[in-house]
């Protein structure tokens, strides 16, 4: 079946420091892969997707590229600050049961960022 | 901008009793779903649903149902709530293979 794999962390990191996050993915067909941000006592919040091989996802100075050639889709970011401490997960979608549209996502454990200051 | 919302932030129930978690969202999403949130597990899911009425088991069905009568609501029931039920519940909405949109989570503690 799909999976899903990412860095398990927590991360801390000072502020503007460089960050990436690994996300490694095992699927049967063409996923769209997608980063998922959850801020503290909220439900989740799409940072980025991309829908096929190449893409590159960016959003709020984070950036991911779809790697069909490593199954990879990493999160960076350049320069990370405070506001940015998160739980980041890493999803991909796939088809699912018999309905026409259902397609759901199967995501990784979550990685806990904190940037200090 | 999509709205999902859950009826309660937290919710504290005792073992046994029968536990209901709503769900509402706005934007006449046909796909809704049901997660629980568990320190080191991620994001499992319970229930989806693609249309009124219809329903598909996720990975992790057991001690649960769900009720989807009309289609911007729906509706996790655990039967007989247990203390492994304790956990965070997401509730997600999507049109197609589009996005999903998240609620705020409603936080059980299970006693």
């Known amino acids: 079946g799909n999976s899903v794999t990412q860095m398990e962390g927590p991360v801390t990191l000072s502020e503007e420091a460089f960050l990436t996050i690994n996300c490694t993915y095992t699927a049967t067909g063409y996923p769209s892969l997608f980063w998922y941000v959850q801020y503290p006592g909220e439900g989740l919040q799409l940072l980025l997707k991309a829908t096929k091989a190449d893409d590159k996802g960016s959003n709020k100075g984070f950036e991911a590229t779809y790697r069909k050639e490593t199954t990879s889709f990493h999160l960076e970011k350049g320069s990370v600050q405070v506001s940015d401490s998160a739980v980041y997960f890493c999803?991909?979608?796939?088809?699912?049961?018999?309905?026409?549209?259902?397609?759901?996502?199967?995501f990784g454990k979550g990685t806990l960022l904190t940037v200090n200051p | 901008d999509v709205k999902v919302t859950q009826s309660s932030r937290y919710l504290v129930k005792r073992t046994g009793e029968k536990v209901f978690l709503e769900c509402v969202q706005d934007m006449d999403h046909e796909n809704m779903f049901w997660y629980r949130q568990d320190p080191g597990l991620g994001l499992r899911l319970i229930y989806f649903?693609?249309?009124?009425?219809?329903?598909e088991k996720g990975d992790i069905p057991e001690g649960y149902s769900v009720s989807r009568e009309k289609k911007e609501r729906f509706s996790l029931i655990l039967e007989s709530a247990s203390t492994n039920q304790t956990s965070m519940y997401l509730c997600?909405?999507?049109?197609?293979?589009?996005?999903?949109?998240f609620g705020p989570g409603t936080r059980l503690l299970v006693l």
């Open positions: 649903s693609y249309d009124v009425k219809m329903k």
């Open positions: 997600a909405s999507s049109l197609g293979v589009k996005t999903q949109y």
């Open positions: 999803a991909l979608s796939d088809r699912r049961g018999s309905g026409g549209s259902n397609y759901k996502l199967t």
